[in-house]
Structure formats: structure tokens, C-alpha cells
Nanobody, 120 residues
Framework: QVQLEESGGGLVQAGGSLRLSCAAS????????MAWYRQAQGKQRELVAV???????NYGDSVKGRFTISRENTKNTLSLQMNSLKPEDTAVYFC??????????????WGQGTQVTVSS
């Protein structure tokens, strides 16, 4: 099984920066896509940013130009650099990976979520 450990969430003032990290562990043989999603109170989960196994990135319109997603394949880690934060960015942020373990099929794995709160 794959475990995802998220870190870096917290409280930040509008205009500030925050960096989220996600470390994947377990008997992993391959990770394909990795992504960050978020879910604000009373709203459905939305894609923040995705990075493919080949390194291509895509961003949600609301974060484009402010957030940067990256991965370190050697360490199986995923990061999200968040700059120019806005109160609208307040949400629980979830790490996502599409991976397979030894002898298994590809499947979705989700982190537990980390709270990001941006004060106005």
C-alpha cells in the first residue's frame, strides 16, 4: 500500500506564501500522475495542479501564475509552492497520486488533507 504524508499547511496572511509537501511511501514501483486538490468549506473538491509522470503540468485557472507544482521522483515527493495567497485559497488541500505497488495494479491514493487558511 501507498501512504501519503502531507505537511506545510497553516495560517498565512493574504499576499503571503506557503509550501506544501507530500511524501509517498510504501512498496512503490511506479507513480504516474501526481496532483494537488483542494476543498473549501461547503464546496466540492477541485483540482489545483497536476504534474504527469513525464513532468507536464496543468493548473486550475484560479491559481495559475501563483502556484507551482513540482515533484522529486527519486524521493517520491510532491510539492506545491503557493505565492500571493488570497483568502479564496482557504481550503483543505489534498495530495493525490496514481501509483502501483509491487505486484499490484495502478490505483488512486489520497492524503489525509492539510488545512490552509489565508486571512484577509
Amino acid at each position: 500500500q501507498v501512504q501519503l504524508e502531507e505537511s506545510g499547511g497553516g495560517l498565512v496572511q493574504a499576499g503571503g506564501s506557503l509550501r506544501l509537501s507530500c511524501a509517498a511511501s510504501g512498496n512503490i514501483v511506479n507513480i504516474n500522475n501526481m496532483a494537488w486538490y483542494r476543498q473549501a468549506q461547503g464546496k466540492q473538491r477541485e483540482l489545483v495542479a497536476v504534474i504527469t509522470g513525464g513532468g507536464n503540468t496543468n493548473y486550475g485557472d484560479s491559481v495559475k501564475g501563483r502556484f507551482t507544482i513540482s515533484r522529486e521522483n527519486t524521493k517520491n515527493t510532491l510539492s506545491l509552492q503557493m505565492n500571493s495567497l488570497k483568502p479564496e485559497d482557504t481550503a483543505v488541500y489534498f495530495c493525490y497520486v496514481f501509483a502501483r505497488v509491487a505486484g499490484g495494479n495502478y490505483r488512486n491514493y489520497w492524503g489525509q488533507g492539510t488545512q490552509v487558511t489565508v486571512s484577509s
